[in-house]
Every structure is written in C-alpha cells, then in structure tokens.
C-alpha cells in the first residue's frame, strides 16, 4: 500500500489515519532526526553525547545514642544535649527524659566521622565532669 503524498520537500502525508504511522514508519519523523538534519543544512556541527553522569551513593549514616546511668543529674544530660548536639531545651529534655525512661534514646543521625566525634566530646564532657554518662554510635540499617 502506498504512502499519500502531498509531494514537496518533505513529503508531507496526507493520510491522517491512527494506522498511518505504523503502516508508513518512513513517515514518522524522528525528532533527532529532524534536528541533525537541521544542524547539518546550517553548518552547526553535532557534537555525540558524552558527558557520563557519575553515580554517588549517599554515605551511610550512624546514629548517636544516649544511654541511661544512675548518677549523672537530668539537668547536666540537658545541658551536655544543647551544647554539643545543637538542641534546644524542650527537645533535649524530651531526649533525656526518654533515655531516662527506656533506658536509651536515639540523639540524630550523622556520617560516621561527625557520630564518633560528638559522641565522644559529650562523653568526655560527663566524663570531666565525674559522671558516667555515656554516649554510643551504631550503623542506621
Ligand atoms: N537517670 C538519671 C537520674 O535519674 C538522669 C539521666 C537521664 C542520666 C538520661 C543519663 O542518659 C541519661 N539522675
């Protein structure tokens, strides 16, 4: 079966039905196509895609975790939570007194390198201070 053509540079298709392009894929103008060619007839040179696009996974995160002791007083955990996690004093009394209740509590997510540090310098801080209170990092699943 042939193609109806309006002739013309193109060949415009006169047949409008669904089935055309299917019947008459030569018809179907591919939209790269049509830009090279394009870029040909005004001199534009076509340069082939070659950026790749480098996959990067997000680093894995570590949980800092505040465990519960007997001596350690609620005010200094709140304190040691403000100071070295940036919280304020609704949100580390929140933390304090579930680490307090359930024995631990989950302080923030951080990468493993910022988890250690902080962990370390609010244990220290109980630490300097004669506490026990102790501060741990595990992997997030
Ligand atoms: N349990 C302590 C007390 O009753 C307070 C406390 C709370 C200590 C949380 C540590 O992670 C902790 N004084």
Same mark, same amino acid.
């Given at each position: 079966m042939r193609h109806r053509s309006a002739g013309?540079?193109?060949?415009?298709?006169?047949c409008r039905s669904p089935d055309c392009a299917s019947l008459h894929?030569?018809? $179907?103008? =591919?939209i790269r196509a049509v830009s090279i060619a394009r870029s040909a007839m005004s001199q534009t040179t076509v340069k082939p895609r070659t950026k790749v696009k480098p996959k990067v996974e997000r680093p894995k995160l570590w949980k800092v975790i505040l465990l519960n002791d007997d001596y350690t007083p609620r005010e200094f955990v709140v304190q040691v939570l403000k100071a $070295?996690?940036?919280? =304020?004093e609704s949100q580390a009394y929140r933390v304090m007194i579930t680490a307090h209740q359930r024995g631990a509590c989950v302080i923030a997510v951080f990468t493993k390198d910022v988890a250690d540090t902080k962990a370390k310098e609010a244990t220290e801080l109980g630490k300097s201070n004669g506490y026990p209170l102790f501060f741990t990092t595990e992997p997030e699943e």
């Open positions: 013309g540079q193109y060949g415009t298709p006169l894929p030569g018809y $179907v103008w =591919n $070295v996690f940036r919280m =304020n």
